[in-house]
C-alpha cells in the first residue's frame, strides 16, 4: 500500500517535470521565432536545439536548461570597397620615389624634364614620352612600366647605373601600381 502510494507521488512528479520543460523549451524557441536578431540583415543567431527534454526522473538533468540571453549578432563585414585614400603620393609614394628615381628626376633640371617628387609634377609627365602617369591605368603608365623594365632601352634607373641606383623591390612596384590604379591621389 505504502510503496503504491509511493509510485503514484512519482508519476505526478514525473509528469510535472515534463510539463515545466515543456514550457520552458517553448520559452526558448518562442523568442527566438517571434523576436529574431536585432538586426533584419544580419543572419539570425544560431540557435542550439533546446535540450532534449529531460527525463523526468533524472532532476539533476535540469541544470542544463537555461534560457538563453539574446546573441547580438556579429556586425555585418563591410564590403571591400577599394579605398582611394589608402595610398596617397605625400605619404606613401613620394619617399619611394625621391629615394630610387630622385637623384636624376628632381626639381632641379630634371632628366627626361621629369620631376617625381611632387604630385603634380609626376602627373605633368616628361618632356619626351609625355604623361607618365595614367591616373587608374598602372599598366599604361611609364613610371611603371620603365620602373619595372618592360620597356627596352628605358630601364629606369638606366641599367648601367644600377651599382648606385638601385631598382624599385617588388614591393615598392606593387605599392606604386595600385596608387596608380586607386587614382594617383
Ligand atoms: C641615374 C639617373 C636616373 C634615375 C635614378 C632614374 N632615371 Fe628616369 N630617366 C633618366 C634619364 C637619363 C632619362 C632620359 C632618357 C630616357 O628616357 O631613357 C630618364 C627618363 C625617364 C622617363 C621618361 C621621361 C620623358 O618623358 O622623357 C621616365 C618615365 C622615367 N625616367 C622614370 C623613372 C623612374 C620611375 C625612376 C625611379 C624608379 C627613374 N626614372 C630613375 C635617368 C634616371
Not at 509528469?15 to 529574431?36: P, Q, T
Not at 632641379?108 to 604630385?119: D, M, V
Request: net charge positive; charged share 15%.
Amino acid at each position: 500500500m505504502h510503496s503504491q502510494n509511493f509510485g503514484r507521488t512519482g508519476k505526478k512528479v514525473a509528469v510535472i517535470l515534463v510539463l515545466v520543460l515543456l514550457v520552458i523549451s517553448a520559452g526558448i524557441y518562442g523568442r527566438y521565432y517571434f523576436l529574431g536578431g536585432d538586426t533584419p540583415a544580419a543572419p539570425a543567431p544560431a540557435v542550439k536545439p533546446a535540450p532534449k527534454p529531460a527525463k523526468a526522473t533524472d532532476p539533476v538533468q535540469l541544470t542544463f536548461v537555461s534560457v538563453p540571453r539574446a546573441v547580438a549578432p556579429a556586425a555585418p563585414t563591410p564590403p571591400a570597397a577599394p579605398d582611394p585614400n589608402l595610398v596617397s603620393f605625400e605619404k606613401d609614394i613620394k619617399p619611394l620615389l625621391s629615394a630610387a628615381c630622385g637623384s636624376c628626376h628632381g626639381a632641379n633640371r630634371p632628366s627626361g624634364s621629369l620631376t617625381l617628387t611632387s604630385l603634380d609634377a609626376a602627373l605633368k609627365g616628361g618632356k619626351n614620352a609625355g604623361k607618365a602617369v595614367i591616373a587608374g591605368h598602372s599598366d599604361q603608365s611609364l613610371i611603371v612600366l620603365y620602373a619595372s623594365d618592360a620597356v627596352a632601352g628605358h630601364e629606369m634607373p638606366p641599367l648601367r647605373q644600377r651599382a648606385t641606383h638601385p631598382a624599385l623591390t617588388a614591393d615598392q612596384l606593387a605599392l606604386i601600381r595600385n596608387w596608380v590604379d586607386l587614382g594617383a591621389q
